[in-house]
């Protein structure tokens, strides 16, 4: 391993030195306070397992998926080899396949083990990328998303050492109770075979619940015409099916998604640990790579308890993507609305909606998620009319989404234009045109090429990357600072998704931490989009159990 100081113009500020060990490397060097390496996923939890925490480093893997995207050649190869290849006019190699995280495993890599560079090789992406930094349309505000989402890498390294706090006794406390007896063989639970004995009773002949074709079938069979077996479809549906089939959904989807074999696989010593990885969607939204640690059913939150002594302070950001939307778009109107201590939409609903809070809700997120029809299309013209700044930002994303071009969010994150994959790879890739826009891309990002093929989909989809992506931009800073307020604290970060942040901590630390959180808040909304009276508010719990947070 080599290892060199660097200067401000990126170069070797003295001689190459080489290391046998790398934590050792890092620990003798306590001065250091940024480190440049090829890749966080695959160094910073080897750095972990042996104790050493690093303040902040700069991934130049992370940098040029940024970089790329800037570029409008998302989706290009984004390894240091690839760069250097780009950089050298050679072959570009294509990236090392992902690699599935295994369950309960301490520290989960995201990819195997990339190419390593010499030193030499890898300072010459580093400088290139500087060059490529200055060269965007902002630099500085790239720069600051690049720093971010370097921070976030350390971040999500940190989760997944520390683990979700996890009680399997808990746990299987709460699957007997909803699922009742497990039958030897595998089978299905006692209580979902008796809802299924109910469906079929219902239908007068034997009716597979879990295959949606058989439920259809049987529908037709009664004289009802269903194109899904979708909740909100059914639902509406007047058969004595609906009841028994509904709660079966529910408690089949418990069953599959977190059931005992879930417990087994992904729950060691108190602890679950899913795989976080930062920006792994084109908005910057971050996912997992196993266990469905961003989709934990209400009811299975009983089972994530704090060890004793110990407390977990659950944070939710408030109205999150509207005040994100009054930041970005410089309304004078919202941006006051969203500096206000009172409820966004109520603030919203009195300027523009006669009082009616839903009314303005609806039109607030229509403008974001682009309901332009109907009655959203009424709610949009009085939005327009008051708070004309901030409908005319989304409206213009959405207009260069549709002409496919590239779309950005305030720090420079970029949403590049659909592959030119048709209508026809949309529907191989089962997507319907006609789904809301929520359905094609599950708020967790983006496909070129597959999820938003045709125009007026893009369009909808730039609507709302502008204000998302620049949400997932605000997050990474927030956790960045919130990070370092608990460097010198017992509390550990556990749990992000989207709005939401979990610490688990001392008792006698909690109150410093739900600070520490609005401070991080405050201080990232004014790296993020400057000095504006938009505040960024959290509604924060500290509680020994998740559930007891809602």
Known sequence: MEVAPLGPDGLPAAPVRREGDLAEAVRSRPYV?????????????????????????????????????????????????????????????????PRAAEPGAQSPLFEPQGVRLPLDDLLAVYADQQRRHDRTAHPDRMRLLTAAESAGM???????????????????????????ERYAGGGEPRRLAELADDVSAAFGRRVRPDLPADVIKAFAQAGIKVGSTRRWEIESLDHPAVKPLVEYKKLYRIWVAHGWSWLQDWVRDRRFRPGFLAGGTVTGRWVTNGGGALQIPKVIRRAVVADPGWRLVVADADQMEPRVLAAI????????????????????????????????????????????????????????????????????????????????????????????????????????????????????????????????????????????????????????????????????????????????????????????????AALAARLTFGETPVRFPFTTAVVECYADAK
Request: charged share 25%.
């Open 329 to 520: 778009s410089r309304d004078p109107g919202l941006m006051e609305v969203a500096g206000r201590e009172s409820d966004l939409y109520q603030s919203v609903s009195d300027r523009a909606f006669s009082g009616d809070r839903a009314q303005a809700k609806l039109a607030v997120l229509g403008a974001i998620y682009g309901q332009t029809s109907g009655d959203g299309l009424k709610n949009l013209a009085a939005l327009r009319r008051r708070f004309p700044k901030a409908v005319a930002y989304v409206d213009e994303a959405a207009r260069a989404g549709e002409e496919g071009r590239l779309v950005r969010t305030w720090l420079g994150r970029t949403c590049p234009p659909a592959a030119g994959a048709g209508e026809d790879a949309a529907e191989e890739a089962g997507i319907p045109q006609d789904e809301p826009l929520e359905a094609v891309v599950g708020g967790q990002g983006w496909v070129p090429g597959y999820a938003s093929t045709n125009a007026r989909a893009r369009g909808r989809f730039a609507r709302n990357f502008v204000v998302q992506g620049s949400a997932a931009d605000w997050t990474l800073l927030l956790l960045a600072a919130l990070r370092r307020s608990c460097a010198d604290m017992a509390a550990e970060l556990v749990f992000f998704q989207h709005d939401e942040v979990i610490v688990h901590c001392p008792a006698e630390e909690a109150e410093t931490v739900v600070a520490a959180i609005r401070e991080a």
């Open 33 to 97: 306070t940024r480190w440049v390496w090829r890749s966080t996923a695959e160094v910073y939890p080897r750095l972990l397992a042996t104790g050493v925490r690093v303040e902040r480093c700069y991934d130049i893997e992370d940098a040029e998926t940024l970089l790329l995207g800037h570029e409008g050649r998302y989706g290009e190869p984004r390894s240091a080899a690839a760069a250097l290849a780009r950089l050298r006019g050679g072959p570009v190699p294509p990236d090392p396949p």
């Open 154 to 180: 350390l971040v999500a390294a940190e989760m997944n050492r520390a683990g979700v706090p996890w009680s399997a006794q808990v746990h299987r406390e709460v699957l007997h109770e909803l699922l009742g």
